[in-house]
């Protein structure tokens, strides 16, 4: 072996150590599609599937197609075989480069998602109109190029477009642009089973962890991504290491999208197993925004986030608890604010509908104390669209709440979600946040009691490439809501996604 590859092998070896010992969950590692030796399917975890940020309520569904969240983590070189049966798309998800070279491959793939959603009483009914319906359409285009088993470029195009609605947002509208390309370089053993480092480079989406911190924002036409460099490392296991320096791109209605230059995102995220029911996840992200704004605070946010995520599953029942706790400074505010989060279910499994019983707790601090210099305030910075519910209408921050769902499988290839939140301020000297950050309630009212939700999601996986979705939240206002000139709000949305 080179003494490069050497090196490369040492290194792979000592940046997993510092992670050692998890099951992938959502990330953006390199081999997250294995066979399945009985019937040759491509198996994909709930947590990796394409859904999961459709499944806000319940765990996501444990029949997913075999295609992931973050497309580029996929693989096709076993379609090489040519024992392997093949279907009809096939033949564009794996096409041959090189002779005797089964990793040298063209892989192309997308996805047509055509979305119908109505609000009345958006924003809690605040501002803006008191009823909004609009279709969204969204068409994804990708190449994935593996030169060899350690070069690769990953190519995504996207066309965004809203009909009729009062507002046309960036993330919703924009015909043509560019939304992932990236080059990879692998050193060592690109195996699922190899000490392996990777170093990637250009524009991609990230999702770590339980999504609450860093998502790809799935439900709005354009998903979220970044500019900049990702490193990733494996010990050969599940034990993964991820750093990263980015600018996040903003989104542009009718130009080309383009990293937001006031931003920078970065970090360090490490996931590994520690018994056979537990793994953890230990990270740290760092966020600069130069045009920050809180109830209490604004300007130049330079703000750091130290968290950790334990979770697994033990016989019936599946656990995801994770604490965060941020600090840093806002102007001249002190930021000392934290968060924690649970999600507890209990799957009857001997019945046929394979329901799960779930319940989360969640708390996001607030800030207490206008002007005393100190920004109680949690920032989420990246987390999942739909976060509460696929309705969107609050960021985590200022918040406590109490969900309750239960999810079943009538039919194997069906999942019928219900639920219901019960929601709470942090603190009354705090705000509501809408989630792009815009204060919604304001602070300084009486009440701390914010409203519940009833909700209800019916999902038909109608074979590997075609799901429909049908989602519905009612939220019952508090008089904290009333009295800010707001009231109960109703979300309708469907959606068909056909994918590649």
């Known amino acids: 072996m080179s003494r490069p590859a050497k090196n490369s092998l040492l290194l792979a070896g000592v940046l997993g150590s510092l992670a050692s010992g998890m099951t992938s969950s959502a990330l953006a590692d390199d081999f997250v599609t294995p066979l399945d030796p009985k019937t040759g399917q491509v198996l994909v975890l709930p947590e990796d599937s394409v859904l999961a940020e459709d499944a806000t309520a319940g765990h996501p569904s444990r029949h997913p197609p075999p295609y992931t969240l973050l497309r580029y983590t996929e693989r096709y070189s076993y379609l090489a075989d040519p024992g392997y049966p093949h279907e009809w798309l096939d033949r564009i998800k794996y096409i041959p480069l090189a002779p005797g070279n089964p990793e040298s491959y063209l892989s192309l793939g997308g996805e047509l998602r055509e979305r119908y959603e109505s609000y009345h009483n958006q924003g809690f009914g605040v501002s803006g109109p008191k009823q909004n319906d609009y279709g969204l359409q969204r068409i994804l285009l990708h190449a994935d190029l593996h030169v060899n088993e350690r070069l690769r470029v990953f190519v995504q195009g996207i066309s965004s477009i809203q009909f009729g609605g009062e507002f046309k947002s960036p993330i919703n ?132 986030s130290i968290g950790s995520r334990w979770f697994g599953k ?72 739909g976060y509460f519910n696929d309705a969107s209408l609050l960021r985590p921050a200022n918040i406590k709440d109490m969900h309750l769902s239960l999810q079943a499988q009538p039919l194997e290839n069906v999942t019928a979600t219900l639920g219901s939140d019960v929601i709470w301020r942090f603190s ?50 508090s008089s904290y809501v009333k009295n800010a000139g707001g009231d109960d709000v109703d979300y309708f949305a469907t959606w068909v996604s056909f994918l590649w």
């Open 173 to 304: 509208q924009n015909p043509l642009d560019l939304q992932q390309a990236f080059v990879d370089y692998t050193w060592g053993e690109p195996t699922p089973s190899g000490e392996r480092l990777t170093l990637r480079g250009g524009r991609f989406s990230m999702a770590y962890g339980s999504s609450r911190l860093v998502a790809t924002r799935a439900a709005p036409n354009t998903p979220l991504k970044f500019d900049g460099i990702q490193l990733i490392a494996s010990t050969g296991g599940k034990t993964k290491l991820y750093a990263f320096a980015t600018r996040p791109v903003e989104e542009q209605r009718y130009r080309p999208d383009a990293a937001n230059e006031e931003q920078a995102f970065y970090g360090v995220y490490a996931s590994t197993p520690l018994w056979p029911s537990l793994s953890v996840d230990l990270y740290y992200l760092g966020l600069r925004d130069e045009k920050a704004a809180y109830a209490d605070a604004s300007g130049v946010e330079n703000r750091h």
């Open 314 to 385: 033990h016989g019936q029942w599946d656990y995801d608890l994770e604490a965060v706790y941020q600090f840093g400074n806002v102007d001249h505010s002190d930021i000392r604010a934290w968060t924690a989060a649970s999600d507890v279910g209990y799957t009857f499994t001997q019945h046929p509908w394979q329901p799960r019983l779930g319940f989360k707790l969640d708390v996001a601090s607030g800030d207490r104390h206008q002007g005393d210099n100190r920004l109680g305030t949690f920032n989420p910075l990246f987390f999942k669209a």
């Open 428 to 477: 009354k000297q705090d705000a509501i946040y809408a989630t792009n950050g815009a204060i919604s309630l304001p602070a300084n009212h009486d009440g701390m009691y914010v409203g519940t939700t009833a909700e209800g999601s019916l999902q038909w996986k109608a074979s590997r490439h075609l799901v429909a979705t049908l989602s519905y939240v009612h939220l019952y206002a």
